[in-house]
């Protein structure tokens, strides 16, 4: 059992439960504010004031559309599951807070005289909590779209169950290179590994850019929220939902934004400890720790804010595209490359060695790409010509036959006041002419 641990575990009911409560609390207030900021800050962007009416600085207008939205008329549609319909929402939301649980806000404190550490539960698998929890939460995505009896919240939801996926895999590489310097898999042993050496965004900035991109994926938003891509799918897997369910996803996508960037705080950033030239000192202890932890994480949710504001939106295959091919095989060579590192200074390898190994190594690939068939350039130009041809209807372009030729609309018959010789209208077999 960690230090921290065991503080938690001697802890008294009434003080966890003061943590649970001060936690939902601040999840609370967080999506409020941030609300408000990303209003503000994209209308700044955008040169147009954004809030300011309600409240001062329109710091209350988040509240007001809230309790706006819970007077809406609550509508169901009728095809939906009705259980199935209520509980997603649900599900979105419990697992967004759980997943708060195991992140250290701070040092140890003393509240009411009870010697405790700023953190709900810290668990040998702190950090398999987090991934599990916003595994979880695509399945409340997923219902919704099920249970909304129409095809358009469906296609929404499958969509966001292959991002999640996809982007949760190279979420838990760039973990991996954490948890071999760290040593452990609780949050709390991570925050502490950083504090006796360099933070890892320092000596793990691979797995950093890995772990910011992953995050905006799995938080759909943009430039990666396809789930919710109004132009292409109306309004995405809760285009049934009105009232305090709509309210719900969106607590849920609020609070996941600053859940995983107190989780990028605790695993890059130092967690709650000081800034290097602070750090050990006074300022680096007690409820010090909350102020410099929300700091952290504030610059997180402003990159959100940010990359709403400045990015558009990506295709689908580019989006998937950019998780397979580039994340995924990019985490793996860099966990190879840590575990190589660490297995070399353990053998007591010297720089120089491995300088000429990598020497060696770098010869032998550029003698391979050079060994390699190489195009010639009649076949380039081949290649260019037949890329700039234009397509025929025996290609496998989707075209339209060419040959097809609209028949021109037919004359319409023009009826004359002629009449035969014998005083009667012209008949069926004669023309306007009296001929036949």
């Not at 797995?207 to 943009?222: D, H, I, L, P, Q």
């Not at 997180?300 to 990015?311: H, K, S, Y």
């Amino acid at each position: 059992m960690t230090p921290t641990a065991a503080l938690l575990a001697d802890n008294p009911l009434w003080l966890t439960v003061l943590k649970v409560v001060v936690i939902f609390a601040f999840l609370m207030v967080m999506t409020l504010f941030m609300i408000w900021m990303e209003r503000r800050v994209v209308g700044r962007m955008q040169q147009r004031p954004g809030p300011n009416r309600v409240g001062p600085f329109g710091l209350l207008q988040s509240l007001a559309d809230g309790l706006k939205l819970a007077f809406k008329e609550d509508i169901q549609p009728v095809l939906a599951d009705r259980w199935v319909y209520v509980l997603a929402p649900v599900i979105s939301t419990v697992t967004a807070f759980t997943a708060f649980a195991v992140i250290p806000l701070g040092g140890q404190v003393s509240i009411f005289g009870q010697q405790t550490a700023l953190q709900v539960a810290d668990l040998p698998v702190g950090v398999l909590v987090v991934l599990a929890c916003s595994s979880l939460g695509v399945y409340g995505i997923v219902l919704s779209g099920w249970a909304s009896g129409s095809p358009y919240p469906l296609l929404g939801s499958l969509r966001s169950a292959a991002q999640v996926i996809s982007y949760e895999i190279a979420l838990g590489m760039s973990i991996v290179a954490v948890i071999l310097y760290s040593g452990s898999l609780s949050t709390a042993d991570i925050v502490a590994a950083q504090s006796r050496q360099w933070w890892f965004v320092f000596l793990l900035f691979p797995s950093f850019v890995v772990f910011c991109v992953s995050m905006v994926g799995e938080t759909n938003r943009a430039p990666f929220d396809l789930p919710e891509a109004e132009s292409e799918l109306v309004g995405g897997f809760h285009t049934e939902y009105s009232s305090l369910k709509f309210a719900l996803f969106m607590l849920a996508e609020y609070v996941n934004m600053v859940t995983v960037s107190a989780m990028a705080t605790t695993l890059f950033l130092g967690g709650w400890h000081a800034p290097w030239p602070l750090a050990g000192g006074p300022l680096d202890r007690g409820w010090w720790g909350p102020l410099w932890f929300i700091g952290k994480m504030l610059v997180f949710l402003f990159v959100f804010v940010w990359l709403r504001g400045t990015l558009p939106r990506l295709r689908y295959d580019q989006f998937m595209a950019l998780g397979w091919k580039v994340l995924v095989p990019g985490s793996l060579v860099w966990i190879v490359l840590v575990v190589g590192a660490r297995e070399l200074r353990n053998a007591a390898v010297t720089p120089s060695e491995v300088l000429v190994v990598g020497g060696v190594v770098l010869v032998m690939l550029l003698v391979i790409a050079f060994l390699l068939p190489q195009n010639s350039p009649a076949q380039r130009e081949e290649a260019l010509e037949r890329a700039h041809e234009v397509p025929t209807a025996g290609s496998d372009y989707p075209l339209p036959p060419l040959d097809l030729v609209v028949p021109p609309p037919p004359r319409r018959a023009v009826v004359s006041a002629a009449v035969s010789a014998d005083g009667e209208p012209p008949t069926s077999q004669e023309d306007d002419h009296g001929t036949a």
